[in-house]
């Protein structure tokens, strides 16, 4: 019999819904001493599992769980020294703690679709009613994490079987939100 599919800790077990009325909460680094703290005013929007291999996922997990908030609601509001950028070419500016390797924070910065958003990873929060995941994104990049290429179906099927999309890139509403930017940069959409 093939082994059951461990995605992610924060799922493995179903999905949790959220609270509709969630106020926010504290993102804290896996330091014992001096962790770096991040706060989010209001709910994340955009859950997700993630399968490729840019984004911070715990020890053992196959897939990341990602979210996105406004970067006007995302705070470093301790230790913030101890945070440094990845890859600055990249469109999410992951900061990551220097001690741990958790990645605290991604905003996007640049000309692009999701400009004004952050990423981040609502797990490194005790509030309990963070928004659940919502789809799997990047599922066929788990290849490239390790995962064999004939553990897809069973890895697909398991996604499906907690309820949520896989899908190979992003959601159609985050892919229409780029396209849609693209678009009217090139001029091809007019508002
Ligand atoms: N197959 C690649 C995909 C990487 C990728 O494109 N990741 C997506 C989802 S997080 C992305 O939007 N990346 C932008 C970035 O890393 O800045 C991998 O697994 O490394
Ligand atoms: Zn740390
Ligand atoms: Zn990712």
Redesign the pocket.
Known sequence: MPATVLLHPLIDHGIRKGADDFVGGTLVCHCLDKPVKVEIKGQVTHNHA??????WKPEGAIVAI?AVAPTDHVSVVANGDKLAVLNPA???LRHACKVCGVHMHGPVEKDHGFRGLTFLHTELSREEGWQAPQFA??VS?VI??GVKPDRMGAVRARIRELGIEPYDC?SPTLMDMQSTFAAKKSGVLVE
């Not at 993630?50 to 984004?55: A, I, N, S």
């Open positions: 993630c399968g490729c291999t840019q984004c990602v990249a469109t999410i994104a990047f990049s490239e994490g992003l």
